[in-house]
């Protein structure tokens, strides 16, 4: 039996991709490569393609037994899904739909979802539960959101059991220093700050320093991508145990500034970082901090790198000993 993992050669997928892997268990990956990397395919089976297209989808269920399925696949840049909507509407949202039609298909019941905190928008309850209102304020939390309420039903109709996922601000790279954050262009604050103090990049744009938090910039979440990976195996331990669907926020509970992440950025690589400020950037909500009591409580979930430290250490060492990203 396998595990599907789809956009397994992303920054998130690929590192679940190493766990499982390490987990000893068999795993199948799909990802059409638009943002993935081959090179950051450590093992498994691969299939190149879009999950858009059923017929491929097809062939990848009938070649292999797949128990589970875990879906990364998704573009999501929040200021790109501003300026063009229906790329991620079509993309986000119809490629799990095609993948939960072939799931139903072919029997496959467990689904794991990656979700935002972006669903929640400009949420006022400081740190945000999983009960708090949903208003997205950009069309990528929005097709997020959409595909959250779909799976409601598609377990009501078909009985595909789901957890979704909310990640708040994914961070960080593995540990044994093989596989990292590599998007291209960059928009990411931690790996651009990086590339600053690589000498990369002449200094880091701070978007808005008007906001109503204590240093007037945005404050963030930042959580290891080697956590969201335990957590969405625990995720699917739990619904292989025949537990009910639900939905659970992961973070570390303890957000940070802009300003706040420069200056750990400075400290951790001993380089003066050159920053200026520039205006907001559109569809930034002020302030993003997870509750994660839930996933503690009901996965047992125990993230290993609580401070934001140790996080961009993991992510420094990637990006020192891989300065170009994966070879392409
Ligand atoms: N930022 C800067 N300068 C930069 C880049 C980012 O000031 O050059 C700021 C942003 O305005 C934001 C913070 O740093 O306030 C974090 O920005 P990121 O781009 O690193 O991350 P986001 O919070 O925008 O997005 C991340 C994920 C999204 C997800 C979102 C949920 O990348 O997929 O968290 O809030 F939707």
């Not at 858009?52 to 879906?71: A, D, G, M, T």
């Not at 979704?164 to 928009?187: K, T």
Request: with cysteine; aromatic share 10%.
């Amino acid at each position: 039996m396998s595990i599907l993992i789809c956009g397994g050669a992303g920054y998130i997928g690929s590192h679940m991709s190493s766990y499982l892997l390490e987990q000893g268990k068999d795993i199948i990956i799909i990802d059409n490569l638009k943002n993935g990397h081959k090179n950051a395919l450590l093992g498994g089976k691969f299939y190149l393609g879009d999950l858009r297209n059923r017929i491929f989808l097809n062939k990848v269920f009938s070649e292999n037994n797949i128990e589970s399925v875990i879906n990364f696949a998704a573009y999501s840049l929040v200021s790109e899904s501003i300026n063009n909507p229906l790329k991620y509407f079509n993309n986000n949202i119809l490629s799990t739909i095609t993948l939960l039609d072939v799931m139903k298909d072919y029997g496959v019941n467990n689904f794991i979802f990656s979700s935002t905190a972006a669903t929640y928008g400009h949420c006022r309850n400081i740190p945000i539960k999983e009960i708090d209102a949903t208003k997205p304020t950009n069309p990528y939390g929005e097709s997020k959101l959409a595909v959250e309420k779909i799976l409601k039903w598609c377990d009501k109709a078909y009985g595909i059991k789901y957890s979704i996922l909310r990640y708040f601000n994914a961070a960080g790279a593995d540990i044994n220093g093989n596989i990292g954050e590599d998007h291209r262009p960059e928009s990411h604050l931690i790996p651009i700050t990086l590339q600053v103090a690589l000498g990369q990049r002449e200094r880091i744009m701070i978007f808005g320093d008007d906001y109503d938090t204590p240093d007037g910039t945005c404050i963030r979440d930042y959580i290891h991508v080697s956590d969201l990976a335990s957590a969405h195996f625990l995720a699917l331990e739990r619904l292989n145990k025949g537990e009910n669907s639900n939905i659970y926020n992961l973070g570390n509970g303890k957000g940070f500034s802009v300003k706040e992440v420069i200056n750990t950025v400075k400290y951790v690589t001993g380089t003066n970082i050159k920053s200026e400020i520039a205006s907001r950037r559109q569809g930034d909500p002020p302030i993003l901090v997870a509750s994660s009591e839930k996933a503690i409580k009901e996965l047992s979930w125990n993230p290993k790198y609580n401070s934001l430290e140790m996080i961009i250490e993991t992510a420094w060492r990637w990006h020192k000993n891989h300065p170009y990203g994966y070879k392409q």
